[in-house]
């Protein structure tokens, strides 16, 4: 394996990298070394051309190097940091560390006529405790010049108010003042010199969820930060937000020891670069010793195929130290052209007595495929969005083989995901797999999902079925939308209720947009919208019209802004944010939070997974239902006595109910179970009656 080196790991436009290659052993004396990543040979001035050889006499002992110059070239053009790697192809191997290259034109790729970026207010602030949300506002202000803002991304800072995550609220409320937000925003496809990005003023609304603590404490601050800003100049990066106590007076206890935590929430590298660095931090204090195990857990990518034991298991920080610690992992090359984007987590995990553990911080590692995938064929829904009549009994649903010739087997798998239409009551599908025969272009799949005619007059409703586990090819678009059009007479239900109750959020959508396998922001237009995340961990902001946006796989941040809007999050731990008007929001599988924030909402918190909702501001209604086996409870956090509604679905009924005071709040069970359906936070149970729930 030939060692390739560089003088440093970081250059700007205009400089030389002195790259070292290292002859060792049983190497190939002549062979090629390429650039790898978002770099290309257009970035460097020859010679030598990219790529460039290599050559070693016969008899070069191990050990002996070889120096070259690359020049990397001044384009004159406002873009983004480049990352890459010099990988030395066959017969050799080897590769670099990550290499950045960074603009010369101008900082984080600004030039003269570039626009402003700013975080231009925060409301409310302060935010008392007991309330939803604080929303930052962030403006781009557009300029003249051709090439507009590129990517950036804001992340939530700890002041005296601490972070942490939804997932973890239920077990650590008292320790978390808010959900931490990192998100990176990204305009058309920035690894193109040339790429236009946002070139028009707009506003972009970073909402960040309170947790409302039990513990007297002072006011409490935390910020939000731009960073990474790549194709505009930076006005106001920071903006402060105080959280007020809502339990009474009182001084908080300092924690002089400190806590360790990684520097970043999520890291990215490429399958070829050959490792990961992952670096622990000590923020709070500096008291005392603090000691942690480093572990990994599989998600996507998996032990020992695409990564293996780190370089060090586990972290030691003496008292007074608070210099960085850096983890190396790791990351095997392999040469599976059907592997997609791929992650897995890191964990620090601290005693706490002894025999008991905990997990203090997690970071996400995302590997990025270096592997062509040609000639390899795909599964789509075709088309995405189906109308069925409730008397027709049945639906087919096509699934289309296309892109390639396989010439073996294939299997998948065909999940249903409910909306305002519920599996078991209005269809009868929950989950399908197949194995197909050696695929053809062209290939169609039907399937047949059975529509259950009931005798109820109720509105259009709709489902959605998804691509789940897939074997031998890719998933394309793997969501469609199914929309079943009531045949009963009758002036139909009342959901979702709403400013706007002529709306019909199931018709199907004259905009439909699928994001990729990755982690996607994807930003609706001004009308009517269906958004669709598919996998990864993606943002999806419906902004102005009726929006129709499913979340898909992974934990997805989905926002329906302006307009009467229907938000599922499906599989995953999702937050979802209903903006303005009044929205039907759904959290699906998984562990969920949901926002109503202003207008009359109808919030259906899911199935398995424990669900914290939110109404906001208006008259809410938040669904009781019926739970499944493997389901959960829900907690209502909010409830309003005398404006929200508790409804009940699935053939509930009051008088069926058993409503008792619970640590949180009442507990609503059917009777002659002992299985709570929901919690009603901070309300007691005598303050329920029959005129607190409705029959849906």
Known sequence: MAIITTDSDTFTEGNTIVVTVEFETGDPL????????????ADFDPPPNIPFSVSFPPGT????????????????????EETFILQA???????????????SVGGGGADAGSGTLSIISVTPNPVVEGNASVTFQVRYTAGTAPIGLQSFTVETIDGTAREGTQANVATNQNTIDYIEVNRTF??????????????TTQDFFITVPINDDTIIEQTESFSLVLQDVDGAFIGTDTQVAFIADNDGQGTPTPNARGTIQFEFDSYNTVEGQGFVDLRVIRVGGQNGVINAEVLTRAGTAVAPGDYTTPNQTSVFFGDGDTSPKTIRIPIIDDTDPLEVTEQFSVDL???ISPGQTQVIETAIVTIEDN??????????FDPVVYTVDEGA?????????????????????????DGTAVQGIDFSFDELTLESAPGIDGTIFPVVIPIIDDSIAEITESFSISLGDTEGVFPGASSAVINIIDNDSGPGASIPPSSNPGFNPFTPFPVVTFATQGDDFINGSDGDDSLFGNLGNDTILGLDGSDQIFGEEDNDSLSGNRGVDFINGNAGDDAILGGQDGDVLRGGRGNDALFGQMGDDFLLAGDRGIDILNGGQGADRFAVEVLGPGDNYDYIADFELGIDQLALLGGLQFGSLVITDGPAGAVITQAGSTDALVV??????????ADNFINI
């Open 30 to 41: 002549d062979f090629t070394i390429d650039v790898v990543g978002l770099a290309s040979a």
């Open 61 to 80: 002992t191990a050990g002996t190097t070889q120096t070259f110059n690359l020049v990397v070239a001044s384009d004159n053009i406002a873009e983004g």
């Open 89 to 103: 192809e066959a017969p050799a191997s080897g590769s670099s560390g990550a290499i950045t290259i960074s603009d």
């Open 186 to 199: 990204t305009f058309g496809d920035t690894a193109q010199d040339d790429n236009p990005g946002l070139t």
């Open 349 to 351: 995990i601290e005693t």
């Open 371 to 380: 592997d062509s995938s040609a000639g390899i064929g795909s599964l789509d």
């Open 393 to 417: 009994g049945a639906v087919t649903v096509n699934l289309v083989f296309s892109g390639g010739n396989i010439p073996t087997s294939f299997d998948f798998t065909v999940e249903s995901a």
């Open 680 to 689: 009603v936070g901070g309300i007691a149970a005598g303050s329920l009656g």
